[in-house]
Each structure stands twice: as structure tokens, then as C-alpha cells.
């Protein structure tokens, strides 16, 4: 788990450019809290958890992240809307100007790395302006021992200045705040915004081009743990759709909650070091591991405090997108080290707002190639300006914006690895059932729980026999009975006692569906093709 013993050790950012800075490297996540409380408008819970507001952007911001385009990138990365040439010449301008910007300030500097696989470690500096983005730093990355930092060599370098703004004219950016990776340098460069998820991103998104081209490991948007078996389970969602919440499981030892790769091997590896879990609502009861983790040592970020200093987490009004991260030792049950192997059950998590979806069922390997490039899930009202109904939202390979190269490279890796390792694919509703958004109500935690345990314990498969629906509309084939489930829970067309308004709203998402395939049939298999919704 690293050491929080104080480092001695004073290293100097002058090869960095950055000049007259005064360092503090390696500091304990205790001392980084004092400081962000005293200076940085940090505050702290009843608990002594630390509390800070992340300022204009409390998300990612899609459009502000670049990749520079040179010799290495030019020809594999897909570029595009989602990733964004960049020029080399001024990546080196902006970065220029923003190690001024940070020279005769008061630096944080952290060297950690990420991959719990030795094969595939990857040595990391974070230079932050902000004491609490290093914290973010510290709980999110993993921490090298103080043996392993006296000859630390690092091969990316995370410079993040939430406080330098670009100018958009000189600079080459969309507008004041960017996120950009240089393959070349091995750099990636923040600024413009406070939003700390842009630091574990950036290395995620380096990951992704760099571990399949150069090391044949697929990198994996994904939460995973492994069963007393040592059985590995594999969970992609999008955000909102319970990956984190299904994954720290009591009788599972939890490896990770967001970023993995999966090895030629068959091991299945996190890249992390901690957790950056939602906790819009958070409820202490359906999700006790979360709750218990915010303790001392732990960030929340945009929520409001009670008079007493409590947390109220059902308050948006800074942003629906209040989070909390941790060290993955605030988890009681964990995979150590953060490896797991025989990956035999991959869930594919939704949040189905039109409530059409089953709340699970089984994919062939067509299908599941088809909801990966796929990445649905769907929007509803409230979440953002102007949404008034289920909007539905496709990110392909559950990880769009993190994902340099073109979704179906993923996809055929993923395909390759189900093949070998005889792998069952699962996609799993965790969103309405009973009817759409504003007429039905969410699936019950326990009883997506119930589904996912009977799914990997075999007794799904037992208790259904081969006895699979398939679906009229989707195709996908649907266990007419599962342990602890309600059978009436497991029919979304009976759930609603409205047959005509379920076909129609059924039809509706397998048109959102088509038409978000059209940019990838070129690249799909007939397999692949035939996938898809029927109707």
C-alpha cells in the first residue's frame, strides 16, 4: 500500500523549467490536508474528512482535451471529436508558459506510478499548484515505498496548474482551460481547471494507446474483483450506471473500480491506486464499503456541509457530479496486490432510462462486440439543461473519451480474450423498470445484486437450463427465473402492464441504437452486424 512516512528527499523542477519554485515533494496526505484547509479553502466534515470545491468545472470537459499529432500518434490515433490533433509547436509554447506561471510558487510534487502488474508499471511525476490535487495524486495513483523512491526515474510527467489560463487565440485552445497528452515527451499537461479527475484520465488515456500497441493488453474502462474461487469478474459501465457500487462486493476481494488491463496472461490488472466513487445520494445502507471509506485521508469533492458538518449528499446544487476518492485501503475487502486472473463473467452495466431493457440478460459473442463498441446507457431529466425525457447516450467501449484508438481495435481485443478464456457475457439494466423515467422507478439494488451473484455462482445457469426468452426486440437472450428475484422483476415488458407503450418505446431505442452504429458498420463483422437489435 506505499508508506506515509515523511520523505527527506528534495528534488528541483529546473529541468521541468519550472524556476525558483519552492518544492514540497512527497508529502503525507495529512500535511497536504492542513495545508489545503489553511490556505487552499479546503474544509473538513464532522468526521475530519477533507472537502473541496473543484471551482468552475466539476466534471471533464470532452472538448478541451488534445493529443498532440506527430510521428508517433499521426497514423494510429483515431482522430476526431473526441481526439483532437494538437501541434507540437504550440504544445511547447503553452507548456512554456505554464511552468512560468507556476516558478516562485509553492509546488507539490509526487512521484507514484500506475499498473499493479510489475510487467507493466508505468513511473509517474505530478506537479500540482493545488496541495489537495496532490492528495487526489496520492489516493489515486499507486504509492512506491520509500526504497523504491530513492532511485525513482520517471517516464510521464502530470503538470497541473488549475490556475494558469490559456489564451485561446495564442494558444491553440477551444478556450482557458485544456487537457493535453504528448506521446513524444511523454507529457501531459492540465490547466485552465480544478476538476482533479483530468489527472487520472490523462494517465488512463496514455494507457490506452500505449498498452495495446506496444504491450498486446487490452486497457479496460471497467471495475473488476475476484471470488473466493479466484474467479475474476469484469464490470463496464459508464458513469451512473453502478459500476463502482457493484464491484465492492462484501464477499468479493475488490481488485479496482474504474481503469484495468487485461493481459496476454489472462491476468487482469489494475491501473490504480484508489477509488473515485459518485456519491450523489449515497446511501450508507445499499452502499456501506462507499460510505465507510470517507474518513480521514479521503477527498469529497463539490458537496455541501450540514451545520453540524455532516454531508448532505443529496444536494446538486453545485453539480450532480459530487465525488469522493480514497485510497483502495479504505476498502476493507481488497485484492493484494490489485491482480486477479481467470476472468470467467463480463457485466455490461446500463442505466436504461426507457426502462425497455431487461434487467439482465445473456449476449453471444456478436452481441457482446455490438453493446461494447455500443456503450449505452441514457440521460435523464434533470442531469443536464434542457433534458426533459431519457436521452439515450452511446460511448463506445464504455470509454469513448479516454479511448485514442478507433473503438473496434478494442472491441476485437475484447472478442479475442471472451474466445480464450470462455468468458459469459452479461448485460445488465440497473436502470428503470415498470416503465421510463417519471412513470417507472429505478431497479432495486438488491435485486440487481441477487442477479449479478446467481450470474457468477452458476445458479442462473441452473436454474434456467437452457430455458433462455429471447427478447422479441433486442434479441438478447432473457433467464425467465433467477434466485431471490421476483419473477416478474426479470420481464420489462411485463413490469409495465402497457404492452403497446413498451413495443413503442423499445422500437424508439433500437432506432437510437442503429443510427449510432452507421459510424462503425464499415469497420463491423457480419457477426458483429447481426448483433444488434432485431427489430
Given at each position: 500500500m506505499g508508506s506515509n512516512t515523511l520523505v527527506t528527499k528534495s528534488i528541483s523542477l529546473e529541468y521541468l523549467g519550472v524556476k525558483n519554485a519552492r518544492v514540497h515533494y512527497q508529502l503525507p496526505p495529512e500535511k497536504l490536508q492542513e495545508l489545503s484547509v489553511a490556505g487552499y479553502n479546503g474544509k473538513e466534515t464532522a468526521n475530519g474528512t477533507l472537502v473541496v470545491n473543484t471551482g468552475e468545472f466539476t466534471g471533464r470537459s470532452p472538448m478541451d482535451r488534445f493529443i498532440v499529432k506527430d510521428d508517433i500518434t499521426s497514423d494510429p490515433i483515431w482522430w476526431g471529436d473526441i481526439n483532437i490533433p494538437f501541434s507540437p509547436e504550440k504544445f511547447d509554447a503553452l507548456q512554456e508558459k505554464v511552468v512560468a506561471y507556476l516558478g516562485e510558487k509553492d509546488v507539490f510534487?509526487?512521484?507514484?506510478?500506475?499498473?499493479?502488474?510489475?510487467?507493466?508499471?508505468?513511473?509517474?511525476?505530478?506537479?500540482?499548484?493545488?496541495?489537495?490535487?496532490?492528495?487526489?495524486?496520492?489516493?489515486?495513483?499507486?504509492?512506491?515505498?520509500?526504497?523504491?523512491?530513492?532511485?525513482?526515474?520517471?517516464?510521464?510527467?502530470?503538470?497541473?496548474?488549475?490556475?494558469?489560463?490559456?489564451?485561446?487565440?495564442?494558444?491553440?485552445?477551444?478556450?482557458?482551460?485544456?487537457?493535453?497528452?504528448?506521446?513524444?515527451?511523454?507529457?501531459?499537461?492540465?490547466?485552465?481547471?480544478?476538476?482533479?479527475?483530468?489527472?487520472?484520465?490523462?494517465?488512463?488515456?496514455?494507457?490506452?494507446?500505449?498498452?495495446?500497441?506496444?504491450?498486446?493488453?487490452?486497457?479496460?474502462?471497467?471495475?473488476?474483483?475476484?471470488?473466493?474461487?479466484?474467479?475474476?469478474?469484469?464490470?463496464?459501465?459508464?458513469?451512473?450506471?453502478?459500476?463502482?457500487?457493484?464491484?465492492?462486493?462484501?464477499?468479493?476481494?475488490?481488485?479496482?473500480?474504474?481503469?484495468?488491463?487485461?493481459?496476454?496472461?489472462?491476468?487482469?490488472?489494475?491501473?490504480?491506486?484508489?477509488?473515485?466513487?459518485?456519491?450523489?445520494?449515497?446511501?450508507?445502507?445499499?452502499?456501506?464499503?462507499?460510505?465507510?471509506?470517507?474518513?480521514?485521508?479521503?477527498?469529497?469533492?463539490?458537496?455541501?456541509?450540514?451545520?453540524?458538518?455532516?454531508?448532505?449528499?443529496a444536494d446538486t446544487s453545485i453539480t450532480q457530479n459530487t465525488r469522493v476518492s480514497y485510497p483502495i485501503h479504505h476498502i476493507d475487502n481488497i485484492k493484494q496486490p490489485s491482480i486477479g486472473s481467470n476472468p470467467k463473467n463480463i457485466f455490461f452495466l446500463t442505466a436504461d432510462a426507457f426502462g425497455v431493457l431487461p434487467p439482465i440478460s445473456k449476449l453471444t459473442p456478436g452481441q457482446a462486440a455490438y453493446h461494447f463498441i455500443s456503450g449505452y446507457t441514457a440521460k435523464v431529466a434533470g442531469t443536464e439543461a434542457g433534458i426533459t425525457e431519457p436521452v439515450p447516450s452511446f460511448s463506445a467501449c464504455f470509454g469513448a473519451p479516454f479511448m485514442p484508438l478507433h473503438p473496434t481495435k478494442y472491441a476485437e481485443m475484447l472478442s479475442k480474450k471472451m474466445q480464450e478464456s470462455g468468458v459469459t457475457v452479461w448485460l445488465v439494466n440497473t436502470g428503470w423498470t415498470g416503465g421510463p423515467y417519471g412513470v417507472g422507478h429505478r431497479m432495486k439494488l438488491k435485486y440487481t445484486r441477487a442477479m449479478i451473484t446467481a450470474a457468477m455462482d452458476g445458479s442462473l445457469e441452473d436454474a434456467n437450463k437452457d430455458n433462455y426468452h429471447i427478447h422479441s426486440v433486442f434479441g438478447v437472450a432473457q433467464p425467465r427465473t433467477c434466485p431471490n428475484v421476483p419473477t416478474e422483476v426479470l420481464s420489462p415488458r411485463k413490469s409495465w402492464n402497457n404492452d403497446k407503450g413498451y413495443y413503442e418505446t423499445a422500437a424508439k431505442l433500437t432506432q437510437a441504437f442503429r443510427a449510432n452504429f452507421k459510424k462503425f458498420e464499415e469497420y463491423a463483422s457480419e457477426q458483429i452486424m447481426n448483433g444488434g437489435p432485431l427489430k
Amino acid at each position: 500500500m506505499g508508506s506515509n512516512t515523511l520523505v527527506t528527499k528534495s528534488i528541483s523542477l529546473e529541468y521541468l523549467g519550472v524556476k525558483n519554485a519552492r518544492v514540497h515533494y512527497q508529502l503525507p496526505p495529512e500535511k497536504l490536508q492542513e495545508l489545503s484547509v489553511a490556505g487552499y479553502n479546503g474544509k473538513e466534515t464532522a468526521n475530519g474528512t477533507l472537502v473541496v470545491n473543484t471551482g468552475e468545472f466539476t466534471g471533464r470537459s470532452p472538448m478541451d482535451r488534445f493529443i498532440v499529432k506527430d510521428d508517433i500518434t499521426s497514423d494510429p490515433i483515431w482522430w476526431g471529436d473526441i481526439n483532437i490533433p494538437f501541434s507540437p509547436e504550440k504544445f511547447d509554447a503553452l507548456q512554456e508558459k505554464v511552468v512560468a506561471y507556476l516558478g516562485e510558487k509553492d509546488v507539490f510534487v509526487r512521484d507514484a506510478y500506475a499498473c499493479a502488474h510489475d510487467n507493466y508499471k508505468l513511473n509517474i511525476r505530478v506537479v500540482n499548484e493545488y496541495p489537495w490535487s496532490n492528495m487526489f495524486a496520492y489516493n489515486m495513483f499507486l504509492r512506491p515505498d520509500a526504497a523504491a523512491l530513492e532511485n525513482f526515474d520517471p517516464e510521464w510527467t502530470v503538470i497541473n496548474a488549475p490556475g494558469f489560463m490559456a489564451d485561446p487565440a495564442v494558444d491553440g485552445t477551444r478556450q482557458h482551460n485544456f487537457a493535453i497528452l504528448n506521446f513524444t515527451k511523454k507529457v501531459a499537461l492540465i490547466g485552465g481547471t480544478g476538476y482533479t479527475g483530468e489527472i487520472k484520465k490523462g494517465i488512463f488515456s496514455a494507457l490506452n494507446f500505449i498498452l495495446p500497441v506496444f504491450k498486446n493488453t487490452l486497457p479496460m474502462h471497467c471495475s473488476a474483483n475476484v471470488g473466493k474461487d479466484g474467479k475474476t469478474a469484469i464490470f463496464f459501465g459508464l458513469s451512473g450506471t453502478g459500476k463502482t457500487t457493484l464491484s465492492t462486493d462484501p464477499d468479493r476481494a475488490l481488485i479496482g473500480d474504474d481503469e484495468h488491463g487485461w493481459t496476454s496472461e489472462n491476468d487482469v490488472f489494475n491501473f490504480e491506486g484508489g477509488c473515485y466513487a459518485k456519491v450523489i445520494n449515497l446511501d450508507p445502507k445499499g452502499e456501506p464499503e462507499i460510505y465507510n471509506a470517507i474518513k480521514p485521508g479521503a477527498i469529497l469533492e463539490n458537496v455541501k456541509l450540514n451545520d453540524d458538518k455532516t454531508v448532505d449528499f443529496a444536494d446538486t446544487s453545485i453539480t450532480q457530479n459530487t465525488r469522493v476518492s480514497y485510497p483502495i485501503h479504505h476498502i476493507d475487502n481488497i485484492k493484494q496486490p490489485s491482480i486477479g486472473s481467470n476472468p470467467k463473467n463480463i457485466f455490461f452495466l446500463t442505466a436504461d432510462a426507457f426502462g425497455v431493457l431487461p434487467p439482465i440478460s445473456k449476449l453471444t459473442p456478436g452481441q457482446a462486440a455490438y453493446h461494447f463498441i455500443s456503450g449505452y446507457t441514457a440521460k435523464v431529466a434533470g442531469t443536464e439543461a434542457g433534458i426533459t425525457e431519457p436521452v439515450p447516450s452511446f460511448s463506445a467501449c464504455f470509454g469513448a473519451p479516454f479511448m485514442p484508438l478507433h473503438p473496434t481495435k478494442y472491441a476485437e481485443m475484447l472478442s479475442k480474450k471472451m474466445q480464450e478464456s470462455g468468458v459469459t457475457v452479461w448485460l445488465v439494466n440497473t436502470g428503470w423498470t415498470g416503465g421510463p423515467y417519471g412513470v417507472g422507478h429505478r431497479m432495486k439494488l438488491k435485486y440487481t445484486r441477487a442477479m449479478i451473484t446467481a450470474a457468477m455462482d452458476g445458479s442462473l445457469e441452473d436454474a434456467n437450463k437452457d430455458n433462455y426468452h429471447i427478447h422479441s426486440v433486442f434479441g438478447v437472450a432473457q433467464p425467465r427465473t433467477c434466485p431471490n428475484v421476483p419473477t416478474e422483476v426479470l420481464s420489462p415488458r411485463k413490469s409495465w402492464n402497457n404492452d403497446k407503450g413498451y413495443y413503442e418505446t423499445a422500437a424508439k431505442l433500437t432506432q437510437a441504437f442503429r443510427a449510432n452504429f452507421k459510424k462503425f458498420e464499415e469497420y463491423a463483422s457480419e457477426q458483429i452486424m447481426n448483433g444488434g437489435p432485431l427489430k
